[in-house]
């Protein structure tokens, strides 16, 4: 993965390609038959890409994740800040999710509460 990260860089820096045209090339890069890639990587930094942030810092959020990685860190402050909103609006829909799991189940009366007695 670094390897087309670095690629995509040159792409944009060095040829001055626009971010669209570079995920273009991208695209076709890894459809080519006698080319491997980490296919969910290269699609989350296409994501971010069209997020309008940077494709390696997609790449690296998701490897890091895959990997059990926690905490997202990059000199980028925007992709950061997007990380985080992403992460926060997760965690939102777990707590929505858990919140109707529960009141399902108090509904149908298998919740059960203990209460202590001092």
């Known amino acids: 993965m670094p390897c087309l990260c670095e690629f995509f860089w040159v792409l944009l820096r060095v040829y001055g390609f626009q971010p669209s045209d570079a995920a273009t090339a991208i695209r076709a890069l890894i459809a080519a038959a006698n080319v491997l890639v980490d296919r969910p990587a290269v699609e989350a930094g296409l994501s971010t890409l069209e997020a309008g942030r940077d494709f390696a810092d ?24 997007l990380r985080r909103r992403k ?32």
């Open 58 to 81: 997609g790449v690296i959020a998701y490897e890091g994740n895959w990997l059990g990685g926690e905490t997202f860190v990059s000199f980028d402050k925007k992709a950061v800040a």
């Open 87 to 118: 992460v926060n609006q997760r965690d939102y829909c777990e707590k929505k999710m858990k919140a109707k799991k529960f009141e399902q189940q108090f509904h149908k009366g298998s919740v059960v509460t203990d209460s202590l007695d001092l």
